[in-house]
């Protein structure tokens, strides 16, 4: 069995201890961490954009980038430390939602917390790119909450039933 858990700043615990309940004991688990590129980006083009070219020593987007992977690691360091038992770290960089979707690609289940408004039971629980994860993962998906869910009262209500004419 192969698991991939994503492992995102907010949920990771939540997301470490239902592959240490749900995955098999001979399992190959892979901690995964995707950064994104739009912030460093952003930082290497306002300083091409702004101060020109002629100092790259100088450019902010690096240090971000730099920053990025530290902290990475570190977040995967602690996920393995919290899982307990051998692992594999993978660290991607680029469009998140993508990025996951592909690590996925050949695993027996991806694991995945509710990163949306979390007081409500409902759709709304799950931001956009783990929307298009839950849409699109090559293989099947456990979605955790990160703390315990909500009520069923907090469920949307039921929509209206239009009138039947017949």
């Known amino acids: 069995m192969s698991?991939?858990?994503?492992?995102?700043?907010?949920?990771?615990?939540?997301?470490v201890d239902a592959a240490r309940t749900h995955a098999t004991a001979d399992a190959d688990i892979v901690l995964l961490h995707v950064t994104t590129h739009d912030v460093p980006g952003a930082a290497h083009g306002a300083f091409a954009g702004l101060l020109g070219r002629g100092h790259p020593e100088l450019d902010p987007g690096t240090r971000m980038e730099n920053l990025?992977?530290?902290?990475?690691?570190?977040?995967?360091?602690?996920?393995?430390?919290?899982?307990?038992?051998?692992?594999?770290?993978?660290?991607?960089?680029g469009r998140v939602e993508r990025e996951v979707v592909a690590a996925a690609e050949g695993a027996d289940l991806l694991i995945l917390a509710r990163d949306g408004d979390r007081t409500h039971l409902?759709?709304?629980?799950?931001?956009?790119?783990?929307r298009f994860v839950v849409d699109h993962a090559p293989c099947p998906v456990l979605l955790v909450w990160p703390e315990p869910a909500p009520g069923l009262t907090t469920m949307?209500?039921?929509?209206p039933r239009p009138p039947h004419h017949g």
């Open 3 to 15: 698991v991939v858990v994503w492992i995102v700043e907010a949920t990771w615990p939540a997301c």
């Open 68 to 93: 990025a992977a530290a902290s990475a690691q570190q977040l995967l360091r602690a996920a393995a430390d919290r899982l307990g038992r051998p692992c594999q770290r993978t660290e991607r960089i």
């Open 122 to 130: 409902g759709p709304h629980s799950v931001g956009p790119a783990s």
């Open 156 to 159: 949307p209500p039921r929509p």
